[in-house]
């Protein structure tokens, strides 16, 4: 089992940074892929990035391609996700995510674990 943990959201103005962190607990994230998704009132959840924990390949959605960098550090157990110049449009819930089969793929139902989100809102 493994339990994913969010932090790193709040309010800022658009163009502004913020950078989310998913600290995972249970087990490493060896061999998984992990991502993030995110839900904004209203809408279905949506993918945002992926990373494949040991070959370090990339997904991102072409909404933040250029803007958001996934990144993870081993030793910490962590993925995180810089995000920069923020646009109103990216106001969601960010969800954390592990992919037990590695594939790293933009749809939630290859997800097996799931952290509780973090909340990022972007005022313009």
């Known amino acids: 089992q493994v339990q994913l943990v969010e932090s790193g959201g709040g309010l800022v103005q658009a163009g502004d940074s913020l950078r989310l962190s998913c600290a995972a607990s249970g087990r490493t994230f060896e061999n998984y892929a992990t991502g993030w998704f995110r839900q904004a009132p209203g809408k279905e959840r949506e993918f945002v990035a992926s990373?494949?924990?040991?070959?370090?390949?990339?997904y991102y959605a072409a909404s933040v391609k250029g803007r958001f960098t996934i990144s993870r550090d081993a030793a910490k157990n962590t993925v995180y996700l810089q995000m920069n110049n923020l646009k109103p449009d990216d106001t969601a819930v960010y969800y954390c995510?592990?992919?037990?089969?590695?594939?790293?793929?933009?749809?939630?139902?290859?997800?097996?674990?799931w952290g509780q989100g973090t909340q990022v809102t972007v005022s313009s």
């Open positions: 995510a592990a992919d037990a089969a590695g594939w790293g793929s933009e749809n939630d139902v290859n997800y097996d674990f």
């Open positions: 990373i494949m924990w040991t070959s370090l390949t990339t």
